[in-house]
Each structure stands twice: as C-alpha cells, then as structure tokens.
C-alpha cells in the first residue's frame, strides 16, 4: 500500500520523534471485552461543558458519552456516525457521499447545512476543528485513536461561542505501558476496504501515538467512489513538575472523491442507486448529471496543535495553539446556461486556506460562603484566511474540466472571545454561570472586477450569558435546570451567494436563540443509568435556504423559530452478560412566524419529528465472544421550508453484529462481522434542503457487510 505523503511537516516531525524515542514502540489501546454494548458504563471526567472538571453525571448540562469499545469494536471507524448514531438529541446522517462529509444536526440545528457541519462545534483534544465562522468537517476526526467522544447538548454548549446546536468533542488516546504494534483490516459491501496501522507506548517519560490508514470504496450511489487518507501523531510529556504537554497533529487527503449529487423523488423511486439524468444533455439523452459534469472533490487538509496544562496548587493555566491549512477543487453540476451570466463564479471551486488560533485559560479555585468556588477566565481566537478561485466547469462542449477564470477573492474570517466561567459548589448543590462575548470580523477583498466589487466586511457580535444550577437529591438521583442565549452567524460559504447567485450577501444577519433546558440523572440500580432532558429553543433571524442550485446554495433569513423536546438515554447491564441501551429523542421543530410562502407552523427542514436508537447486546463472562441486535428508526423529514413536496418517508432499520478475541503469546486477535439493514429496507437516508431542482434524496443503502480483523503484538 502507497502511503499518503502530507505537507505539514509537523506530522512526518511527529512520526520521526516518537520512532526515535522508541525504537520497538507500536501499541494500540487496553482492550475491552469484545462486545459489550455501551451498557451502564462508569463516569469518567469529562472536559465538554465544565473546565473545573467533573463527570458527566454531575453536570447541569445534557452530556452523553461515547466509549472506547462502541468506538473501536464492530466499525469501519471511517464515519462518526457509526457510533454517534447512539446519542439523543443527535441526528447523523452518512449521505453516502464522501465529497460533501457527514450530515449532523443538534436538537434540529445544522440540519441545512448543504456540506460539513455547521451549527455544532467540533473540538479534538480541546483544539476546534470547526473554523471561526462555524463551518467543520467532521472527516478531519481520527476515529481510530478516538478514546471517547463527549456530546455536550442545550443552554452550556453556549460557552463555546459561534454556533447554536452543540458540541462534539473527540478525546483521543495518550500513549501509556509498554510498546506493541497494531494492525487492522476491514473489508465490505460495494468495495469498502480499509487498512489502519497504528502505534502507542510510552518512554522515557513520553507518550507517543502514531497512526496512518488508507480507506476506499466503490460507493453505494452511482458515482460515489472515494479514497481516503489519514495520518496522525501524539506525544505527551510533563517537561516539569505540575505541567503536562500534548502535541496533536492529523492530515486528510481526499483526492478525486465523487459527489452523486441528490436525486428527484421520481428517480429515487425508479433505481435508489441511480444518480439524475441530465434533461439538457441532447448528446447522451440518459447520461446523469454527475458523469456529464464528472462532479468530483478533491481535500487536502493539515493540522497540528499543541496544549500546555500548569498546575499551581489548585489553580491551573492552560494555554493551547493550533494552526493548519485546507486546500480544496471542487467541480460542480452547472449547466453552461447558468453560468452565463458574468456574476456568476462558475462551477469549479478552489480555494487555499490558512488557519491558526489560540486559547489561554486559567482557572482559579477558592473558598466562598462554605462552598467551592472554580472561576476561569479565558480569551481564545480565531484566524482563517482564504484564496479562493472560481472557473467554469467547461470548455467548448467538455465539461468538468478547469475553463475560465469566474472568481478571484482573498477572504479572511477571525473572532476574539474573551469569556468567563463560575462555578460553585456546597453540599448538594452545584451552582455554574458563564458569560462570553464572541466578535467574528468577515472581509472580502474582490480580485475578478468585471461583474462588479463585492470587497467589503462585516461584523458579528453578541454576549451570551448561561446559567445552571444542579441539586443532589439522593446519591443516586441529581436533578437540574439551565438557560442560555445562543449566537451563530452566517458561514462564509452561506455568505458567497445573494438569492440566484448574484454577489456577496453583505445583509445577512446572524441568529440568536434562547435555550431552556430541565432534566434529571439516575441511577436507579447499581447496573442501570437514566438521563432525561426537556428542552425549548426561540431563535430569531433563523437562515434558511433562499435558493440551492446544483451544489451551489444561498441563504436568507427566516422567521422566528420553536424547538421543543424531550431526550431520554436508558442503559442497563443485566445477567448473563446482557446489556441494554435505548437513546430516544421527540422535536417539534416548527417555524413560529411566516415568511414569504412558508406559514406558521411548517416542520424545518432536515429535521425528523422523532428518532430512536435501541441495542441489545451480549458478551460471554471471559471476554471471547460477543453478539448484539441494533434498531434504528427515524421520523419523516422534509426537504423544504414550506412542506409542499415529498418529505423523505420514515423507516426503521435492524442491524447485528458479532464479535471475537482471542490472546496467544504476546498477540491480541480480534475480529467482527456486522450486518447493517438486515431486512432489506429501501429508504431515504439523508435530504439536500432546499434543492431549487427538487433533487432532495439521498438514499441509503440496502442490506450490507462488513467483516473486519486486527492483530496487536505487545513486546
């Protein structure tokens, strides 16, 4: 297998000082039992939502968390959704298209979003991997180092600035014990094969991680290949006494990935894996969109990132740096007579960006009214700066190839957020309030003047204060309630475009929301863990889709909006090796003012009314085998503001895997089958909102396999 070679140097840097300091090392993390389901699993402290540190069950704060061994066990490990789709509140969605990345909406927001994720932020290792206009890519996550993913939901996710939905945050491991060498392989339906070699140890007092994997697929769509590359390092150190150094870097490399674009509901009902026919494609009457264009995405993305923690007592300073860049093509399904006109930038997207940021913290802990007090105060900031290019996707009667130049622009987004955080606690009662300012500046400086100047900048700001508040009532039963003000603005890429297309849209206005949340946690047996939550969003200035044309969307403020829910996770462990796990979430997502042709009342798009996760699972007293039956099920979702047209049906789905290991001499051998879609089922997975052409549907896929195998040797 060819490795795949990044730019960043910190990453081959990385790879260099871990081998150097452990000439034998390649480890791989402490096993678990092969299959044991999430069951009622021990807290551990969690950094989402408290920088004082506590575990999730003593938050005021909806927090789920995602273990090692739904992490590991049973996955591919190539999309989040795998084991995100176990969370409440949280709706994932593989679209089955690599070009576009996971489909993720929080509580209903970042349901819109046309590609990435916006409207819930993405942190690793306390380092964001959303930009500072909102915009993430959760393809940047490394899945196969991950040791747990928090998922921080409602009024505290507040704290983390421009977005409104949440926070998901990847932990991955640190490099512990004595060195070994892991690798796995998987292998599947519609040509889905991966190898992951990774490595772990520790020596002389460092830590070191290592990983690198190569994962392609023929794709489930019609034209939906891909191939993914990814490399990563970590090294933890504690240079002094009290001090403790973390240096994380990753690389992305995507190069070619197919796009199948969406499809009418008609084709979709025809052939579910057929991409659309091209209408105005008098040469190949039955030629679809996506060959005739060759719609493809190609993403080079590199990152690295460091975080120093200093204990002083009780006191702590943290300081964390990361910086990287993302270099994207992009060719789109224009038709050359929409490209015509000259303020349009054409069906070739290119652009080079550079980032870089920082967040300076210190939590400083006293005595007050008989109680503990933690305080920090922080300032953390943000710094994109793109070179962005824009071609027509045609020359002559060829399409998607590189023709003339449409769009030439430097863009640069920044935030400055000072933001401070109390926390106090006595006896049975916890008491949180926060308080952040988040400042995100926009500028545009317009090369390509022919169709007129769209330089220009503005700025976003607003504080959002959030308070919370947690009562004990017994050991084995904490109840809570919180509130918070929302902030999320425009992406740049939700900016580009004004209604057809036509210039920047300098008059978007951000959305602000108000969050209320109540729930309980219990622990109603030693075995089993109950956490609730009701919540109620108001959101004005919600952004809609004004008009999305073949991969090109523009967006327009909404009215006002109501989000009103419940979430309930339910797990349990019982005899014989059997555990239990129920995740169910109920929103009624509703626009609560008209607007234009949208009346009081309609459903949000993307946003399914009721979703469930459930999974009995089993694993023998020694560890050796493992087996487990999953349900999934969704609500109907529309794909427009107005719920005129087709909404994608509702479904449930049935899954099983099994599991195995085993142990001989050194060697750990694991192995899993799994069989997603057992009965067979033809449904929507994932909707386009807003598509102008009506191509909403994104279909999932029908019964499939996947058969993976890994061998680890500790020396």
Known sequence: MQHPTFRLNAVAALFAAGSALAPQAFAAAPDAAPDAGMGAVP????????????????????????????????????????????????????????????????????????????????????????????????????????????????????????????????????????????????????????????????????????????????????????????????????????????????????????????????????????????????????RTLADRYNTRKSIHHEQAGAVWEQAFGDDRLRATVYGGNRDVVQYQAFSKAFQAPASHSGGVVDFERNFHGTDLNWLHVNQLAGGKLSTTFGLEYGHSSDTRKGFENFIGTQFGVEGKLRRDEDDIVSNLDPYLQAEWQSGPWLATAGLRHSRVKIEVDDHFLSNGNDSGSLTYSHTTPVLGLLYQVSPKLNVYGSAARGFETPTLNELFYSGTGAGFNFNLKAANSTHLEAGIKAQPAQDTRVNAALFQVRTSDELVVDSSVGGRTSYRNGGSTLRQGAELSLDSSWRYGLSTRLALTTLRAVYDQAFGTVQRGSRLPGVPNANMYMELAWADRGGHLGAALEGVASGRIYAEDANAEKPAPGYGILNARLTAKQEWMGWTFKQFLRVNNLLDKVYVGSVIVGDTNKRYYEAAPGRNWLMGASARYGF
């Open 43 to 286: 807290d551990v402290v969690v950094i989402s939502g408290s920088r004082a540190g506590h575990t999730s069950y003593e938050l005021p704060a909806a927090l789920d968390v995602v273990d090692t061994a739904r992490l590991r066990d049973s996955q591919a490990r190539v999309n989040a959704s795998e084991a995100l789709v176990a969370v409440p509140g949280l709706v994932v969605q593989n679209r089955q298209n690599y070009a576009q990345d996971l489909q993720i909406s929080s509580r209903g927001f970042g349901a819109r979003s046309a590609f990435g994720v916006r409207g819930v932020h993405l942190v690793t290792d306390g380092i964001p991997a959303s930009m500072p206009d909102g915009q993430g890519q959760a393809a940047t996550f490394n899945l196969d180092m991950a040791e747990r993913i928090e998922v921080l939901r409602g009024p505290f996710s507040a704290l983390y600035g421009n977005h409104s939905g949440g926070v998901i945050q990847l932990v991955t491991r640190e490099g512990e014990g004595a060195p070994s060498v892991e690798m796995n392989l998987t292998g599947g339906s519609n040509g889905a094969r991966k190898v992951d070699l990774n490595a772990q140890g520790k020596s002389g007092g460092v830590g070191y991680v290592l990983d690198s994997s190569r994962f392609d697929t023929d794709g489930y769509r019609a034209h939906s290949a891909a191939r993914r590359d990814q490399a990563y390092a970590k090294l933890t150190l504690a240079p002094m006494p009290g001090a403790k150094l973390s240096i994380v870097a990753n690389g992305l490399r995507q190069d070619d990935t197919q796009d199948p674009l969406g499809v009418t509901w008609a084709t979709f009902q025809r052939d579910p894996r057929a991409g659309e026919i091209d209408a105005t494609d008098t040469q190949s009457p039955k």
